[in-house]
Every structure is written in C-alpha cells, then in structure tokens.
C-alpha cells in the first residue's frame, strides 16, 4: 500500500489522507475544511478525480462529523461513495442544517462499528474511538497481509477512553499507524484533565454561581454529560438550546435520555418566537417541522428561567440572553467550555465568539475557561503505541509534525504530498 497526506502535516484539522492498493484502487480519509468558527467562510480544495475530472477514488471515509474531517463533503462527485457511521451521519445532518444549511445530496453509505468494508483488494474496518465528537471512528485498512492505522482525532481522557484501548487491542499490531499531534504544540498539554476531574470543577462553579450559561459545542456530547452531571449535582435546571435537543433526540442513546428528565427544558430562541415563527414557517416549513415543531409549546423554557440554572448558549443567543437578564439579573457566569482557538484574535473568523464574550462581559458576566482537549496527550499516543507496536509512525493534524520525532519511536516525517510505502 501506499500513503500519501494531500494536507494535513503542518496544520491542524482540514486534513486530507490518500491511500493506494497494491492493486491501484485509492480511498481517501477525511475530507473536511480548514478550522473556522464561521460557515460562511469556508474555504474549498478541489483534488482532481474527487471533485471533479474523471472519478478516481473508490470511497471516501469519514471519520468523524467535525467540519474540519467533514465539511467539504458536499463538493465529492456523486459517484463516489461516502462512508460514515450510522449515528455519526445523523448528528452530522443535524449540525449541518442548523449551521451552515449546505446541501449533501452525496452518495452517502453508513456503517457499523467492527463490520469490515471491501473496495477490490482493500479490507477497511471501522472501530470506534474516543474523541469530543460522539461516535468518533478510526480504520484499520488491509491490503495484501499489510495492516494501516488512521486514529482519527482521539484522546483517552473522555468517558469511552478505556473502551478505546479495548478497541486498540482488538486490532493488534500494524506496520504504519497515522496519529494526530494536535496536542504537541500546545502548552500544558502533557496531562489531559479527564471529563469526570472536569465534572468536579464545574461543580465548584455552579455552586458559586446562580445563573451558568456554557459555551460549547453540541456535538460534543461528552461535555453536555460533564456539565449535565454536574447541573444535576447542584440542583440547578439544565437548559439546551434548540441545536443541542435535536441532536438528543437523534442519536436515541440510553445514555443521553435527558429531554425525559423533568429538569431539562429546551431554550427556543427569540428567533422561533410566536411572532417570528408563522414567518418561520413560511421561509421554510422542513426545518420548522423537523426541528422547532416537536419542542414547539412542549418544552418552550420562557418560564423555566428564573431561579437557578445551567444553559447551553450560542453565540447566535445574544440577544436572547439580553432580554433574559433585563427581566431575571442575577448572578450570572460565562463558562468556555471549548478550545481557545476559537477566541484568539491572531486566529482568522474568531469575531463572533470574541464579540459575544464581550457583549456579556459588559452585562456584568465574567467568562471563565473550563476545558479538556478532545485530542491525544503525549501520554496518550506512547500508550496507543505500545499496544499496536507500528513498525512506522506518521503524523497529521498537527501544526508541526517534526516534533512528533523527538517524542515517539519509529517516527518517520513525511509532508504534505509526500508518499510512503507499506
Ligand atoms: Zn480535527
Ligand atoms: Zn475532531
């Protein structure tokens, strides 16, 4: 086999994976953009043979529904075939419509964890990961007796991250293993907090706070456990917004039933309220019937905010969250609950989130940061190395991946375009 990352070993996220048979038959794995908090600015990265020309892959397999391993998926020719776990498509409709509303009229073929694909001479099987997308998947691909390994974005601090190296040892040994290293040039990324330490201090701060409004992501759906958890613990109402309770209610998880919870209610935003909503459902009737209808007079929280509570917000709920507090100030906390990328203003398509904090900073609410990386430790990769022994280790999405030699045995550097054979 051969392996060639298109884009991927100096940057992080918007990274693009080839991988050719002995036979000539190529995939390719993730096909998102480059990281962004702003749909509108999406970048393309027309390949020929994916995008356009005459088709050359025989699939595309994703690995997870962040829009930097997914999101460009709309621009693949239709007759190339997209892979994707079952539930992960799901969420990543959901997310999709209520974002960025690009149509995916894609040949899109779901799988199951563990039940093996085969595309001519290759056998790639799916397993899941732990990652702060729900479902996270990483391939194991086999051609001709050789064993490749792409891990996807991981970590083991999450709450599936002991089932991850149950899943590792399932797959044993391989000959090349390609590993993220977003983690490697950031600061104080030697031990990753785990999601549970992360339930402890939320706690702490729930307590000292009556009203805690939460930036993060929907998808992330270990965090809304940490921070649900928590809610629970300190008697405090959870408030979702409309994004969140949709994805609930589509991954239909034993684990995640909290819209049945009586302490849960779903934030309709002023944009659906009774005024706006005939206009509403005018503009695009599919949306409000798939979407706002079932919550619709259910589970419209405008009583539900007095008193004490925990709610998720959206930068997209400022002006809700304005009207709120004119009627119920109190005392109020910002918890940022994401990277901090997404707010650093030498980083492009951050305005919306950094003008969001501001606007609540005004209002008298301080943010404060309460995270955990989504992405491996260096902890992490050495002990994922030690159970699959990779006879060769590459590394993505990563803003330099040369230091990755200086951390993991069996580190071969390769750059964007580069092939390397298995
Ligand atoms: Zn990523
Ligand atoms: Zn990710």
């Known amino acids: 086999m051969k392996v060639k990352i298109i884009k991927?070993?100096?940057?992080?996220?918007?990274?693009?994976?080839?991988?050719?048979?002995?036979?000539?038959?190529?995939?390719i794995i993730d096909y998102g953009e480059d990281l962004t908090d702003d749909p509108i600015k999406i970048k393309k990265f027309p390949i020929k043979g994916l995008t356009h020309g005459k088709k050359e892959y025989e699939g595309v397999f994703i690995t997870h529904s962040?829009?930097?391993?997914?999101?460009?998926?709309?621009d693949i020719k239709k007759n190339i075939p997209i892979y994707i776990e079952k539930v992960s498509a799901k969420v990543f409709a959901v997310a999709n419509d209520f974002s960025r509303c690009i149509p995916i009229n894609n040949n899109l073929k779901t799988f199951d964890f563990e039940k093996p694909i085969y595309i001519h001479d290759l056998k790639i099987t799916p397993y899941r990961t732990d990652h702060s997308a729900y479902n996270s998947t990483m391939f194991l691909i086999e051609n001709n007796g050789k064993k490749i390994l792409h891990l996807g974005d991981y970590r083991s601090n999450g709450y599936y991250g002991e089932n991850f190296y149950e899943n590792l040892r399932k797959i044993g040994n391989v000959d090349l293993v390609i590993t993220e290293g977003t983690n490697i040039t950031r600061v104080n990324s030697h031990d990753n907090k785990t999601e549970l330490e992360l339930k402890e201090e939320a706690i702490q701060i729930f307590k000292k706070y009556k009203q805690v409004f939460i930036l993060q992501a929907s998808t992330n759906l270990d965090r809304l456990k940490t921070f649900y958890d928590a809610a629970k613990e300190t008697g405090k109402k959870f408030i979702v917004d409309i994004a969140t309770a949709n994805i609930l209610k589509t991954i239909n998880d034993e684990n995640f039933q909290y819209l049945q919870d009586k302490d849960v209610d779903v934030w309709l935003s002023n944009g659906y309220s009774k005024e706006n909503i005939e206009f509403y459902k005018k503009k695009d009737a599919d949306f409000?019937?798939?979407?706002?209808?079932?919550?619709?007079?259910?589970?419209r929280s405008k009583n539900s905010t007095h008193g004490e509570y925990v709610m998720l917000v959206k930068t997209s709920m400022l002006k809700d969250i304005k009207y709120n507090l004119q009627k119920y100030r109190d005392n109020a906390h910002l918890i940022y609950s994401m990277w901090l990328g997404y707010r650093d203003e030498k980083?492009?398509?951050?305005?919306?989130?950094?003008?969001f904090i501001k606007e609540l900073n005004k209002l008298n609410i301080q943010d404060e940061y309460l995270h955990t990386s989504g992405h491996a430790d260096i902890k992490t990769i050495n002990k994922v190395l030690e159970i699959i022994k990779p006879k060769q280790v590459i590394g993505i999405h990563t803003e330099d991946n040369t230091l990755l030699l200086l951390k993991l045995p069996n580190y071969v550097i390769v750059n964007d375009n580069e092939s390397i054979e298995v």
């Open 66 to 74: 962040h829009g930097d391993h997914i999101g460009l998926i709309s």
């Open 8 to 27: 991927g070993t100096h940057q992080i996220g918007g990274c693009i994976t080839e991988i050719t048979s002995d036979d000539g038959y190529k995939i």
């Open 288 to 299: 409000y019937d798939k979407y706002i209808a079932p919550f619709d007079n259910v589970k």
């Open 347 to 355: 980083r492009m398509n951050t305005e919306k989130t950094r003008y």
